[in-house]
């Protein structure tokens, strides 16, 4: 079952705090991601572009622009689970 979320917040350093419906909160640290998908570079070469995040309408999907997004049962499942 995908895990929606309710929202989502840029944090320093390229980490994102996800809050899920299901009360789940979850920090996505994006730095490995950027290291290892060509696309997601542009995260940290284009100022300002980390923080301009969005949720898509599902809410199942998180984006910057139309060749950048994450999944929300990735950020769920390898996020570090906050108490």
């Known amino acids: 079952m ?3 979320i309710k929202t989502i917040e840029p944090l320093p350093d390229y980490c994102l705090r996800a809050y899920f ?3 789940q909160v979850v920090i ?4 490995e991601d950027m290291e290892q998908i060509p696309s ?3 995260l940290a070469d284009i100022s300002g572009l980390f923080n301009q995040v969005q949720l898509d309408q599902s809410r199942t999907c ?3 622009n139309d060749e950048i997004d ?3 049962d990735m950020i769920y499942e390898y996020g570090k689970k906050c108490k």
């Open 21 to 23: 419906e299901d009360g």
């Open 62 to 64: 998180v984006f910057w």
């Open 2 to 4: 995908l895990q929606r």
């Open 70 to 72: 994450l999944p929300s």
């Open 40 to 42: 997601y570079r542009a």
């Open 28 to 31: 996505y640290d994006v730095k």
